[in-house]
């Protein structure tokens, strides 16, 4: 009798553990999905979480055409339930886009594809932002002007800061751009 009632309270014990580390699990992978991706821009998903570590400055290299901007900070888009990234180009031929050259460390942004716009020198850091005072990667220019690196992939890239300063008047301070080919 006693082996059949420590036989008994042993499975319910066990029962309760497998059931509670599976909710765990599924909840678990329910809020890193959510937090991983939040809204897309024709098709191309905004990054929500900072990138863990120092960014290569080469993932930057290229052209990058503006596609989403938020007006609000990452602090402001993270929390935002419904986070309102379109953007609408003033641009009938060609984008706004930044061209960065990594190996010279200089980057040009560029309104509409036109090539009017001086090359900036700029220094990739990782590191505590003076602007923001976390520490995270971000792109110092022209010795006070702070651009805060979210995210970079082969595809897309999130920036937060002074990028385009047209916009940056009505609020705008997280840019979505995706790699020109």
């Known amino acids: 009798m006693k082996k059949m009632l420590f036989l008994a309270s042993a499975l319910l014990v066990l029962n309760s553990c497998v059931v509670r580390t599976a909710t765990k699990v599924v909840s678990g992978a329910v809020s890193l999905s959510y937090k991983a991706v939040k809204g897309t821009v024709n098709g191309i998903s905004w990054a929500v979480s900072k990138a863990k570590g120092k960014i290569d400055e080469d993932r930057v290299d290229g052209t990058w055409k503006v596609v989403g901007v938020y ?3 990452f602090e402001d888009f993270s929390k935002d339930q419904n986070p309102d990234g379109s953007f609408t180009s003033e641009c009938t031929e060609g984008f706004d886009q930044i061209v960065f050259k990594a190996k010279k460390s200089k980057f040009k942004p560029v309104h ?5 716009e001086d090359w900036v020198k700029y220094s990739m850091e990782f590191g505590k932002n003076p602007s923001t005072k976390e520490k995270e990667n971000y792109i110092e220019y022209n010795s006070n002007n702070y651009i805060s690196v979210i995210d970079v992939n082969n595809k897309t890239m999130v920036l937060e800061g002074n990028l385009i300063p047209k916009l940056a008047f009505s609020g705008a301070k ?8």
Do not use: I
């Open 71 to 73: 007006r609000g900070s």
């Open 112 to 116: 509409c594809s036109t090539q009017d």
């Open 174 to 181: 997280l840019y979505l751009l995706e790699k020109v080919k």
